[in-house]
Nanobody, 116 residues
Framework: QVRVVESGGGLVQTGGSLRLSCTAS????????MGWYRQGPENERDMVAR???????NYADSVKDRFTISSNRARNSVYLQMNYLKPEDTAIYYC??????????WGQGTQVTVSS
């Protein structure tokens, strides 16, 4: 069994910062890639940022220059530093672990709310 647990969400004012953390544990050797996705009340779940084992990163255009993804591969952990937050960043943020053999694991999500 694999568990993916996020933390760090909360309520922040426009222009503020939050740092999300995520760790995958259990019957898993390592995550080939880890990423953050978000889903608003009326939206689909979209990629925010993703990082692979070779440290290659990808960001959604809407968060470039504001969000930074990092990881600790030994701990199967990934982090998302979010700066200059905007109301449109309000969503449930989900962590995803992808394994090299096709495994795909999601966390339960953490709520981020940005007030105007």
């Amino acid at each position: 069994q694999v568990r993916v647990v996020e933390s760090g969400g909360g309520l922040v004012q426009t222009g503020g910062s939050l740092r999300l953390s995520c760790t995958a544990s259990g019957r898993i050797t390592s995550c080939y890639a880890m990423g953050w996705y978000r889903q608003g009340p009326e939206n689909e779940r979209d990629m925010v940022a993703r990082i692979s084992t070779d440290r290659t990163t990808n960001y959604a255009d809407s968060v470039k220059d504001r969000f930074t993804i990092s990881s600790n591969r030994a701990r199967n952990s990934v982090y998302l530093q979010m700066n200059y937050l905007k109301p449109e960043d309000t969503a449930i943020y989900y962590c995803r672990c992808q394994t090299s053999i096709g495994g795909n694991y999601w966390g339960q999500g953490t709520q981020v709310t940005v007030s105007s």
